[in-house]
């Protein structure tokens, strides 16, 4: 199974929005701008060399939880299972 990506900004069909501030785009929006902004001011960032737009940047991640199906769960376990293990081992091993 493929995991579906959306892009930014776009919820989840496979669960309906249950909460009312889950519609309210310009809420999420702002939420997530000061949040943006906090991470920055604390200094949660990391470089990115080579790029033009800029090099420090803030960690990618997500405001409210993602809601993700169980066949998705299942694609990202067997991905994270074959990878942490790699992740342990000294630059020289691989």
Not at 8 to 30: V, Y
Not at 55 to 76: G, K
């Amino acid at each position: 199974m493929k995991c579906s990506r959306r892009p930014a900004g776009h919820a989840s069909t496979t669960f309906p929005a249950r909460h009312p501030h889950l519609s309210a785009g310009d809420e999420i929006r702002r939420r997530k701008h000061a949040a943006d902004l906090s991470l920055l001011n604390q200094g949660i960032t990391f470089t990115v060399y080579g790029r033009e737009e800029g090099t420090e940047r803030i960690f990618p991640y997500d405001l409210l939880p993602r809601i993700i199906t169980s066949a998705e769960w299942n694609h990202v376990e067997r991905g994270l299972t074959q990878r942490i293990p790699l992740s342990s081992l000294p630059a020289r091993h691989l």
